[in-house]
């Protein structure tokens, strides 16, 4: 046998050899991977409590980024697939992913679980600011339910019970028991959250932010909404001049010198309002719409309330 013929052999052993250790990669990676159950979530601030309830009884996939606006983000087509071969899909809803909706919408029809915590939540609806501020969404259901934790701990339960049900493979025992670990920590933060706002006097216990986000906080904790930079409850809405001359009335009666500006979105607007007033108005950034990514302040739900509340109390009592 000729050296070349050997050594066409060899090469086609190492082939065939390759080729049998990918196949048999792959059809391992496959039947772990179709075993393992997955939960999709649309917003991070969702998927951090998701995964919290979930822990390691299964994958928790979230479509939205870190820093992202749930009112813009999109999908690509691969998260588009991965809605379809979820077990359960849970999302935010009222209209708040607005351009993810229609997917969660396709996967529910093809057969997938899904569940809508604002829905569920005992939504709000937006009004006009309590001291004539303008409000283009008067009427409508408002979908930012998470600055309110104690509504979060009422969404806790009811997604550890759609994981239960939906979720095949998951051992209840641990779902529930991260929940109610998750339920003491959530009822920890309600209790600091109070302590924290206790000190701010009456008369400045007064908000107003860059859109319509904090209607739930105001509600549970003894807030007045004021107005709104932008009058509505999406950040995909633009105000008109005679918005921010309307707000602008509103703060100078009820003596506000605080915006409160969402840290996903650019301060322009609250900027401009600024300048509406000759400068006399604090921007303080908040992280309200969107966690941010671990160690950059707001990498979880618990640490983005904590921030906010922390922040809020200082921009309400400073001079």
Same mark, same amino acid.
């Not at 569940?115 to 001291?131: I, K, R, V």
């Not at 004021?226 to 809405?237: E, F, H, K, M, R």
């Given at each position: 046998?000729?050296?070349?013929?050997?050594?066409?052999?060899?090469?086609?052993?190492?082939?065939?050899?390759?080729?049998?250790?990918?196949?048999?990669?792959?059809?391992?990676?496959?039947?772990?991977? &179709?075993?393992?159950?997955?939960?999709?979530?649309?917003?991070?601030?969702?998927?951090?409590?998701?995964?919290?309830?979930?822990? &390691?009884?299964?994958?928790?996939?979230?479509?939205?980024?870190?820093?992202?606006?749930?009112?813009?983000? %999109?999908?690509?087509?691969?998260?588009?697939?991965?809605?379809?071969?979820?077990?359960?899909?849970?999302?935010?809803?009222?209209?708040?992913?607005?351009?993810?909706?229609?997917?969660?919408?396709?996967?529910?029809?093809?057969?997938?679980?899904?569940?809508?915590?604002?829905?569920?939540?005992?939504?709000?609806?937006?009004?006009? %600011?309590?001291?004539?501020?303008?409000?283009?969404?008067?009427?409508?259901?408002?979908?930012?339910?998470?600055? &309110?934790?104690?509504?979060?701990?009422?969404?806790? %339960?009811?997604?550890?019970?759609?994981?239960?049900?939906?979720?095949?493979?998951?051992?209840?025992?641990?779902?529930?028991?991260?929940?109610?670990?998750? !339920?003491? *920590?959530?009822? !920890?933060?309600?209790?600091?959250?109070?302590?924290?706002?206790? !000190?701010?006097?009456?008369?400045?216990?007064?908000?107003?932010?860059?859109?319509?986000?904090?209607?739930?906080?105001?509600?549970?904790?003894?807030?007045?909404?004021?107005?709104?930079?932008?009058?509505?409850?999406?950040?995909?809405?633009?105000?008109?001049?005679?918005?921010?001359?309307?707000?602008?009335?509103?703060?100078?009666?009820?003596?506000?010198?605080?915006?409160?500006?969402?840290?996903? *979105?650019?301060?322009?607007?609250?900027?401009?309002?600024?300048?509406?007033?000759?400068?006399?108005? !604090?921007?303080?950034?908040?992280?309200?719409?969107?966690?941010?990514?671990?160690?950059?302040?707001?990498?979880?739900?618990?640490?983005?309330?904590?921030?906010?509340?922390?922040?809020?109390?200082?921009?309400?009592?400073?001079?």
């Amino acid at each position: 046998m000729s050296a070349r013929v050997r050594a066409a052999r060899v090469r086609a052993a190492l082939l065939t050899l390759v080729a049998f250790f990918v196949v048999a990669g792959t059809a391992s990676g496959c039947a772990g991977g &179709d075993e393992r159950p997955r939960v999709v979530v649309t917003t991070n601030i969702l998927g951090d409590i998701t995964r919290e309830i979930v822990g &390691d009884e299964a994958d928790v996939s979230v479509l939205m980024k870190p820093n992202a606006d749930p009112h813009s983000f %999109g999908l690509s087509a691969v998260q588009a697939a991965e809605l379809e071969n979820a077990d359960l899909v849970v999302y935010n809803g009222l209209g708040l992913e607005e351009n993810v909706l229609r997917h969660v919408e396709a996967a529910r029809e093809s057969g997938v679980a899904t569940f809508a915590a604002g829905e569920a939540a005992d939504p709000l609806t937006f009004h006009a %600011g309590e001291e004539g501020g303008p409000d283009a969404g008067a009427g409508e259901p408002d979908p930012h339910f998470w600055t &309110d934790p104690d509504r979060v701990r009422e969404t806790v %339960g009811l997604i550890t019970d759609q994981v239960v049900e939906h979720v095949d493979g998951v051992r209840e025992k641990a779902v529930r028991d991260n929940a109610e670990h998750y !339920d003491g *920590q959530l009822a !920890d933060l309600t209790t600091w959250m109070e302590k924290s706002f206790a !000190d701010i006097p009456e008369d400045r216990r007064a908000l107003v932010t860059n859109h319509h986000v904090f209607g739930y906080l105001a509600e549970r904790f003894g807030f007045r909404v004021i107005g709104a930079v932008i009058p509505s409850g999406t950040t995909l809405a633009s105000p008109s001049s005679s918005d921010l001359r309307s707000l602008t009335r509103a703060m100078e009666k009820a003596e506000v010198r605080t915006v409160f500006a969402d840290s996903s *979105q650019p301060t322009r607007l609250a900027e401009v309002l600024r300048q509406e007033m000759g400068g006399e108005v !604090d921007v303080v950034s908040l992280y309200s719409e969107s966690l941010t990514e671990k160690g950059k302040g707001a990498g979880t739900y618990l640490e983005m309330m904590r921030a906010n509340t922390s922040a809020m109390a200082e921009g309400l009592t400073g001079d």
